[in-house]
DNA sequence: TTCCTCCTGACATTAAGTTGTCAGTAGTGA
DNA sequence: TCACTACTGACAACTTAATGTCAGGAGGAA
């Protein structure tokens, strides 16, 4: 028997979520204790909520796999949108699953280096935040799309008429980057730094030092 | 380096979105050319988005990887209500991320053989469906709660006045386990097949025969 | 057609990982 | 205190996986 498929028997044994006995378990897929608690080592250490207790056994909670998934920037947002919608839903214990769910979530998303970015020195991303600004992701991309200008009043008070240009997923943050007409330059504003959005009627070209490329150029 | 390492260091390379070449890849991580075909091979077997163009070299699309991660029955239903409920929104083209998503995740949960189940032979897990069904848990979950008694309407057409005793993820359903006073008997009824669900004055104590337990038994 | 670069199989060699045995430690409940 | 069972380190032996070299093939763009 391959190591995996050895993990794999021992998850669907632990999954009844009763306490078993090493000496069981290694019976049960024939290899020694010794192996049996390094292969508890190994998925306690890959995230399966198992414990040991000794005198006793091994007991797992219930327990369902996700594997490894490899998600579009789009399905990215439509998973930070729906949690965030569902965590402040009220209903009775599924806000409590949903916050829990993309705490799991934000643990292990990759935060590149790079983007400890200097300006967003947080340690943490904070739940009711993302969900106030991932509120705003369908509004600026309709802007973006329209080419609509939008005031934005930003939680540190200020306010700023701005050309949204982009939205990404850059670190473990959604940001706009916009031209800003109030500042006349570029400028990378965090969702969730966002307190209010309001549609303005001027549309806006391209103009050169202000569009896209340029500050990709930059 | 280890291969697990080189390969995270591949998926660096790649999240550019940029065209690669393989002999570039190779130079990059001190590999011969034919490893970083192999290695090109694994991150495509895992689900990697990536391409190969011959003449051109390696493309991947945006890419954000999500470890597995091992949920809870409840975080399993946040993330299945909430991905059902902006299905439903309409917004737009977050409606198709979050059903790409939801494929996505329907994909790779994992299917008891058991569950394969009488009366389930089903070979996808129709999305509208599930939206449909995640819809009564939070019901379902109170009339528990209160040993609340409840009439359903199934799809099938038939009424039937019930205690529900527990709803559960089976195989890859949810489904909500029921003594039926209308068949006298337990059932496992789909929350996909409900099609009304209506709360009853009545309340229900556990009687022998009746209760979860005696399910269990059986 | 040529060039460029991806693609695949085979095989000997090398590298890495895994395992069982043994010894010793430790926490919990009766 | 005793019994039960989880826990950890070390090491030799064994197993498995990975790698590079070589040869040959293939698709797409200029």
Redesign the pocket.
Known sequence: M??TD?LSELMTILRDGQV????DLALATG?????I?????VLVASGVPV????????QAQALITLPALHLTEDELEALHLSLAILGESGMEGLADAAASLSAKIEQVLPEDSDSAGEGFGFAAYPFDGAARGVRHMPGLKAAIKARQKLRLRLQTGGAEVIRPLQVDYWGRVWRAIVWSETQAGFAEIRLDQIAEMTVLPGLFVDEPGKSLSDYRAS
């Open positions: 391959r190591k050895r078993h006995k090493a000496d290899v020694s204790l010794r192996t608690y390094r292969d508890m080592e414990q040991g207790a000794r005198g006793t056994g091994y």
